[in-house]
Structure formats: structure tokens, C-alpha cells
């Protein structure tokens, strides 16, 4: 794969005989990929490696899925981080819990390989589209930004462009505002502490 088409992946799950297949997949499909079967590791992981993307199981002893990406979120330098949880459990209120500490896409376990190959795929290429001229042409679609009445700030993205948007307001440092990262069709909600000069001129970068 391209070096534009990979993502630095770190995967953190406890079971080594479902990392050294996944990594071996990863790795197959030209991506840069670390393991590390000891959550408590994770945050080192992450400094070491600078990864892009995390892929973190739930349940795990020690720390849990959910801890680590809290601690994650925690600290600045880490802003940014493209979590995915990889879990068994699919309830609403596990999907509640990922939601809170911070996790940003969510995968049932055992993963479907194709689903997630593919999920990868839309994120390099949303990233890809966020910072080149291919994407220029989409600006003018996401500048629609309005408040409402608990003064969170809402920028409407269309279907096919949420994931160029999400990557272009991660690579400015904006995620730890966003209160929902949105679904295809949905607005991105942010909090009130953000400025909504930022996000505009943020999203003017791809002109």
C-alpha cells in the first residue's frame, strides 16, 4: 500500500492469538502496526509509537478499554487519537459507556476483518480528502454553522463527507470540543467552549 494509503495502527487487546492475526492483517494490507497485550502499557505505546489509530478491546484485565481511552482523552498530547473500541458487548449501554470516555468508532467482536479493512480505508481516504486539493471542492458544504439554545455549536455534514470533516477538525486539535462526531447525514456537535471562529476558519483550510 501507499504510505499516503497506511495508517499507523496500534492494537491493544490481551489475547495474543487474536492480535497476531489481526496485526498480521493489517500488516498485509500495508499498514504500520504495533501490539500491546498489557493495557497498562498502552499510554507508552502510544508516546513510543505515535499512532494514528488505536484499536482497543473492553475487556481487559488490569485496565479496561474504557480507562485507557479515558486516560487517553486526558492528556493533550494525545489530541487527535482515532480510538476504535473492539468489543463483544453491543448493548446501548455499553455503546453509552464508549461514547463518555472518549471513544470514537465502535466494532463488535470477533471483528468482521472485511468490515473493519473497509472502515480503515474510509478514514485514510477522509483524511486524504480533508488535506488535499481533491477536497477543495467540498467546502463550501460544510460551512453551515449554527447554535442553539444550550449554546452548542452544530456544523451540517452531508452523508458522503462526515469522515473528511472529522479528519479535518482532529488534525486541528478540535476533537477534545466535539460532543458528537456525528453519524453519515448528521450535524458534528461541539460543546460551548469552542470558538466558532475556529471551527470556520478550520474548516477554510481546504479552499
Known amino acids: 500500500m501507499n504510505a499516503s494509503k497506511s495508517l499507523r495502527i496500534l492494537i491493544v487487546d490481551d489475547e495474543p492469538d487474536i492480535t497476531t492475526t489481526l496485526a498480521w492483517l493489517l500488516r498485509y494490507h500495508g499498514h504500520l502496526v504495533e501490539v ?7 499510554l507508552q505505546a502510544i508516546r513510543d ?12 484485565p488490569h485496565l479496561s ?14 489530541k487527535g487519537l482515532f480510538v476504535v473500541a473492539l468489543s463483544a458487548f453491543g448493548d446501548s449501554e455499553h455503546k453509552l459507556r464508549a461514547k463518555q470516555a472518549g471513544i470514537n468508532h465502535q466494532m463488535l467482536k470477533p471483528v468482521d476483518f472485511d468490515a ?9 481516504q477522509g483524511i486524504t480528502q480533508a488535506t488535499s486539493a481533491a ?11 449554527t447554535r442553539d439554545e444550550s449554546g452548542n455549536l452544530h456544523v451540517a455534514v452531508s ?15 478540535l476533537k477534545h470540543f466535539i460532543k458528537d462526531a456525528g453519524t453519515a447525514g448528521t ?17 477554510a483550510r481546504c479552499r
Request: charged share 20%; proline share 2%.
Open 159 to 173: 452523508a458522503e463527507d462526515v469522515i473528511a470533516v472529522r479528519g479535518l477538525l482532529w488534525a486541528a486539535h
Open 49 to 60: 509509537f505515535h499512532p494514528q489509530v488505536v484499536l482497543l478491546d473492553i475487556a481487559m
Open 36 to 42: 500491546v497485550n498489557d493495557s497498562r502499557k498502552s
Open 135 to 145: 477536497g477543495r471542492n467540498h467546502c463550501d458544504r460544510w460551512q453551515t454553522l
Open 116 to 124: 473493519l479493512n473497509a472502515f480503515l480505508k474510509q478514514l485514510v
Open 187 to 203: 450535524d458534528i456537535t461541539f460543546g460551548t467552549g469552542v470558538s466558532e471562529d475556529a471551527v470556520r476558519a478550520t474548516l
Open 65 to 78: 478499554g474504557y480507562e485507557v481511552a479515558r486516560q487517553i482523552r486526558s492528556d493533550p498530547a494525545f
